[in-house]
């Protein structure tokens, strides 16, 4: 038992690119203390690079090396024969050409997976919107811990990358629509490609950001929809040219965002597009507004409240309690502020 669940938190970590110095090493010496085989080192190399998952959508050839590397080391440092299955699998990868792009795959408590394709390098194509960052790891854990607050609503995501966040709460948190936002190109593109990764359904308005080969996907008619479907739909959104009128033919119920505020300009932008959406109004109620923050640097994330102050939007803390659910790490400041506009 010991075993397997050891090789689980392995498959947990190494699927969804976690650092390979963060993987359960320790847990894995627990288990040799009693194993007297390398069956221990059999177990989670099926179940990671091994994994049907991996196979099909594998994690960078770069970090496939280091995670087998550091598991040849700690199954040498033992006093077991050779195993001939890790080398070979070394072997494989090291034949394997380097790509700019890589998968990542994670895991839901419910079985569910999301798969995600992305770059490589942090910046790429003149943006930071073609990885995952941690506020959106953190924020989609949230919301799979508060699936209530977007059961059946209209979400609207501000600067949604290559769609983690919104991807898992299509999944697991039944919303009635979800409109995923950026602005650049290249990550409408790559966004929309996830999408349809994961096995959900663009609105047909949003295939022009898919590539030419998935232009031919059959969608099903609106008419045709049953109660359960989400609508998904991408769209492109300038901060800065977007009107009032835009924004309030969308009715959102939920604005959500995550890592947008690094930077004192982008959060002048943010704000002013916050100033723009309707106020309380008929029966239309102001949308209730989640952003989730990785303060890398204390001054620009004050700013940001003080901005708020000053144009008059309220904020708050919101609770959270780390599952580490996602491979965000462990040690960031991470924090979300349901704002009051």
């Known amino acids: 038992?010991?075993?397997?669940?050891?090789?689980?938190?392995?498959?947990?970590?190494?699927?969804?690119?976690?650092?390979?110095?963060?993987?359960?090493?320790?847990?894995?010496?627990?288990?040799?203390?009693?194993?007297?085989?390398?069956?221990?080192?059999?177990?989670?190399?099926?179940?990671?690079?091994?994994?049907?998952?991996?196979?099909?959508?594998?994690?960078?050839?770069?970090?496939?090396?280091?995670f087998l590397s550091e598991l040849i080391k700690k199954h040498e440092s033992t006093s077991s024969e050779p195993l001939?299955?890790?080398?070979?699998?070394?072997?494989?990868?090291?034949n394997c050409e380097e790509t700019t792009h890589c998968y990542k795959n994670y895991l839901l408590p419910s079985g569910d997976v999301i798969t995600l394709h992305e770059n490589i390098a942090i910046v790429s194509q003149g943006t930071t919107g073609l990885v995952t960052w941690d506020a959106?790891?953190?924020?989609?854990?949230?919301?799979?811990?508060n699936s209530q607050v977007f059961r059946n609503r209209r979400i609207?995501?501000?600067?949604?990358?290559?769609?983690?966040?919104?991807?898992?709460i299509c999944k697991a948190c039944h919303p009635r629509e979800y409109l995923f936002s950026d602005h650049h190109e290249d990550v409408l593109q790559q966004l929309s490609e996830n999408i349809?990764?994961?096995?959900?359904?663009?609105?047909?308005?949003?295939?022009?950001?898919?590539?030419?080969?998935?232009?031919?996907?059959?969608?099903?008619?609106?008419?045709?929809?049953?109660?359960?479907?989400?609508?998904?739909a991408v769209k492109e959104l300038d901060w800065n040219l977007v009107s009032k009128e835009e924004l309030a033919k969308l009715q959102a119920d939920i604005i959500l965002a995550a890592d947008v505020v690094y930077d004192p300009e982008i959060s002048q932008h943010l704000i002013a597009v916050l100033q723009k959406f309707p106020k309380d109004s008929g029966n239309r109620e102001t949308p209730e507004v989640y952003m989730a923050f990785n303060i890398r640097n204390p001054d620009t994330y004050h700013s940001f409240?003080?901005?708020?102050?000053?144009?008059?939007?309220?904020?708050?803390?919101?609770a959270t309690t780390q599952k580490n659910l996602f491979p965000y790490d462990q040690h960031a400041n991470i924090v979300i502020l349901r704002l009051h506009i």
């Open 1 to 66: 038992m010991a075993e397997e669940e050891a090789a689980l938190g392995f498959q947990r970590g190494f699927l969804a690119g976690r650092r390979v110095a963060e993987l359960p090493w320790e847990g894995l010496e627990e288990v040799l203390k009693y194993s007297k085989d390398s069956s221990p080192f059999l177990a989670i190399l099926q179940k990671t690079v091994c994994h049907p998952l991996c196979l099909k959508y594998p994690p960078s050839v770069q970090y496939r090396r280091r």
């Open 84 to 94: 001939d299955q890790l080398y070979e699998a070394l072997g494989v990868v090291l």
């Open 136 to 145: 959106g790891l953190y924020l989609a854990e949230w919301a799979l811990e």
């Open 156 to 168: 609207l995501e501000l600067g949604s990358g290559i769609g983690l966040t919104g991807i898992a």
């Open 196 to 232: 349809h990764l994961n096995g959900l359904t663009l609105e047909p308005e949003s295939c022009s950001h898919r590539r030419e080969e998935s232009q031919n996907l059959q969608h099903h008619p609106k008419d045709d929809l049953e109660d359960s479907h989400i609508r998904i």
């Open 305 to 318: 409240q003080r901005q708020l102050d000053k144009v008059e939007i309220g904020w708050e803390m919101v």
